[in-house]
């Protein structure tokens, strides 16, 4: 199998801590089952490099075929099954730009072949569909019954005036970029308001000794995954959510050349309309 760069940036993420938060000598173990006859010690680079160079010696190999199997192996994800179908649905998304599908049937992974252009068609038109109907939707969100201090939600009120302000003339980088660090911060709020729920959740990030990080140290993905967990947001807004949170990430220059990235104005409103979303489902919780 051959993936692309995209591919192999997503799949570092996912071994290093999307699955499940692995230490240095625990990444070492996981590819030296692939064959590799590496030791942890002094000297060993960050995680995220280790993984990303031995992504790309594998890559174009029946190797990486063994690794994608290993990530999303069942056997990982005893009653969790659908934290594993969600995880797979969302890297599908990458896959499909190399012309690769996995498929979960029961306790198998399997990977298919599929004609690129053909998926990528269907995704188009099923996208402008549900597009347009999450644009048409009439989204009555308040954010006074948001369980966080009041001068948290006097900034939250403005915000939003700001990224119709934005909408409205046709800025929507910085639309996007206001509703992705909102979302972030109402998430935080919500979490220290919920602090044992959300540090009991499973998918709550863990550093290296396997302790949940402190409140500061978690990112959006991990946010979004445990709201979903202990049930204050569900799966629809999660799955739109992650696309905001990739969004988002864009503000770095870097990384929107890199990914020729040029949002238009619909997804702008489509990532405001995720944000008045996520604010109704936490307000009902």
Request: aromatic fraction near 10%; hydrophobic fraction near 35%.
């Amino acid at each position: 199998m051959t993936v692309g760069d995209k591919t192999i940036e997503k799949l570092q993420k996912l071994i290093t801590e999307e699955t499940k938060y692995r230490s240095g000598p625990e990444l070492v173990e996981f590819f030296n089952e692939l064959g590799f006859f590496d030791s942890y010690g002094q000297g060993f680079p960050s995680r995220w490099k280790y993984v990303q160079g031995k992504l790309q010696q594998i890559n174009k190999t029946s190797k990486l075929d063994e690794c994608i199997k290993m990530i999303f192996s069942p056997i990982n994800f005893i009653n969790e099954f659908e934290r594993l179908d969600l995880l797979i649905d969302e890297f599908n998304n990458y896959l499909m730009f190399d012309s690769w599908k996995i498929i979960r049937e029961g306790k198998e992974i399997n990977l298919k072949k599929v004609d690129s252009n053909e998926w990528l068609e269907k995704s188009d038109i099923k996208r402008s569909v549900n597009e347009q109907q999450f644009l048409d939707l009439e989204i009555n969100y308040d954010i006074s019954k948001l369980d966080l201090d009041e001068s948290i939600k006097l900034i939250l009120s403005e915000r939003i005036v700001e990224i119709e302000k934005c909408i409205k003339y046709d800025l929507p980088l910085s639309a996007i970029f206001l509703c992705g660090s909102s979302l972030e911060g109402i998430l935080v709020g919500v979490a220290l308001r919920k602090k044992v729920q959300f540090n009991s959740a499973i998918s709550a990030p863990k550093d290296p000794k396997g302790k949940v990080k402190k409140f500061n140290d978690w990112n959006l993905y991990s946010l979004i995954n445990v709201s979903t967990e202990i049930g204050i947001l569900k799966n629809d807004v999660k799955k739109f959510s992650h696309v905001l949170r990739d969004f988002r990430n864009f503000i770095h220059p870097y990384e929107q050349l890199s990914n020729s990235f040029s949002p238009d104005i619909n997804t702008a409103k489509i990532c405001c309309q995720i944000l008045k979303t996520a604010i109704v489902q936490l307000s009902r919780n």
